[in-house]
């Protein structure tokens, strides 16, 4: 019974989503055949994946998929072309993982309904669930009022769970939500703490903030990574290795892999949500989990 719901469920996600099969051979053959990596990304969600003020598409995320390219050339031997391609929510992005039309994306949060269709890497940093208020109007209620989210997330769930009585308004990204907080269509705004803080920055950095408050618990954590076609065992070690390499980096100080990370969330990035002792535990705690990756290796 389990196996034929779970057929089913897949079936619909195709054919709401118009999926094409999935192409012939494996990500890394793939790869190697068309000497193209090709990863789908948004363009405008600050500080993971964005078009910086130099008009380039930059971020924490581009720069984690920029160290798994650099992994990928060495694994072939060739050089390989990286190429983007615009993708703005998991309803799309998901389908273009299944067809083969993109062989990564990252910004996710893992969930056990997504990890039906797609395999996660390691989780390269940590985020929570939390809202973006007006400044000086946070509350410790929401009852009555109107709070947006991401369209069709596990962000509904977790504030179903923690403000059962607000009204729940969805918006198709996270733009349209920033728009409509501004203009004071909503109490509040739902979502990634990283990329909310982002999101921040650009509407007004001094006439928002993020409820619960930074030095409190978020309404859910976990950590976030990219998903990737399932059953590639090689195209997941690959880049599971760069993200622990990175990581390693970091733990041992290594400059290029300090300044990584900290240009996006340290004390001195773009945006500084998680402190380094958290960080420095996170990473740890995984590479815990997995095998030490001696520095000096390139």
């Given at each position: 019974?389990?196996?034929?719901l779970?057929?089913t469920s897949?079936m619909g996600?195709?054919l709401t989503?118009?999926?094409?099969?999935?192409?012939?051979?494996?990500?890394?053959?793939?790869?190697?055949?068309?000497g193209?990596?090709?990863v789908?990304?948004p363009m405008n969600?600050?500080?993971?994946s964005?078009?910086?003020?130099?008009?380039e598409l930059?971020?924490?995320?581009i720069?984690?998929?920029?160290?798994?390219?650099?992994?990928?050339?060495?694994?072939?031997g060739?050089?390989?072309?990286l190429?983007?391609?615009?993708?703005?929510?998991?309803?799309?992005?998901?389908?273009?993982?299944i067809?083969?039309e993109?062989?990564?994306?990252?910004?996710?949060?893992?969930?056990?309904e997504?990890?039906?269709?797609v395999?996660?890497?390691?989780r390269?940093?940590?985020?929570?669930?939390?809202?973006l208020?007006?400044?000086?109007?946070?509350?410790?209620?929401f009852?009555?009022?109107?709070i947006?989210i991401?369209?069709?997330?596990?962000?509904k769930?977790?504030?179903?769970l923690?403000?059962?009585?607000?009204?729940?308004?969805?918006?198709?990204?996270?733009?349209e939500?920033g728009?409509?907080?501004?203009?004071g269509?909503?109490?509040a705004?739902?979502?990634?703490t990283?990329?909310?803080?982002?999101?921040?920055?650009?509407l007004?950095?001094d006439?928002?903030?993020?409820?619960?408050?930074?030095s409190?618990?978020?309404?859910?954590?976990?950590?976030?990574?990219c998903?990737?076609?399932?059953?590639?065992?090689?195209?997941?070690?690959?880049?599971?290795?760069?993200?622990?390499?990175?990581?390693?980096?970091?733990l041992v100080k290594?400059s290029?892999?300090t300044?990584l990370?900290n240009?996006?969330i340290?004390?001195?990035?773009v945006?500084?949500i998680?402190?380094?002792?958290i960080?420095?535990?996170?990473?740890?705690?995984t590479?815990?989990n997995h095998?030490q990756?001696p520095?000096?290796?390139?």
């Amino acid at each position: 019974m389990l196996k034929k719901l779970f057929i089913t469920s897949l079936m619909g996600l195709f054919l709401t989503t118009a999926v094409k099969p999935t192409i012939a051979g494996t990500v890394v053959e793939n790869i190697a055949n068309t000497g193209t990596f090709t990863v789908g990304t948004p363009m405008n969600a600050v500080p993971y994946s964005y078009i910086n003020a130099n008009k380039e598409l930059d971020g924490f995320s581009i720069d984690i998929v920029k160290l798994i390219h650099k992994q990928l050339e060495k694994e072939l031997g060739r050089k390989i072309e990286l190429n983007f391609v615009e993708v703005n929510s998991i309803q799309e992005t998901i389908p273009k993982i299944i067809s083969g039309e993109i062989d990564i994306a990252c910004n996710f949060a893992f969930t056990w309904e997504r990890d039906k269709y797609v395999d996660y890497t390691l989780r390269y940093t940590m985020s929570g669930i939390r809202l973006l208020v007006p400044k000086g109007k946070s509350t410790t209620s929401f009852a009555g009022k109107k709070i947006g989210i991401p369209s069709q997330t596990f962000v509904k769930d977790a504030l179903k769970l923690t403000n059962p009585d607000a009204t729940l308004v969805e918006f198709a990204n996270i733009e349209e939500g920033g728009k409509a907080l501004k203009e004071g269509k909503i109490d509040a705004l739902a979502g990634d703490t990283i990329i909310l803080d982002g999101l921040r920055q650009q509407l007004n950095p001094d006439g928002f903030e993020q409820f619960p408050p930074l030095s409190e618990n978020p309404y859910a954590r976990y950590g976030v990574g990219c998903i990737v076609p399932q059953n590639n065992s090689t195209f997941l070690n690959i880049a599971n290795y760069s993200i622990a390499r990175m990581m390693e980096g970091y733990l041992v100080k290594d400059s290029e892999m300090t300044n990584l990370v900290n240009k996006w969330i340290g004390p001195e990035g773009v945006v500084y949500i998680v402190s380094p002792e958290i960080i420095q535990n996170f990473f740890q705690n995984t590479i815990d989990n997995h095998e030490q990756i001696p520095f000096s290796a390139k």
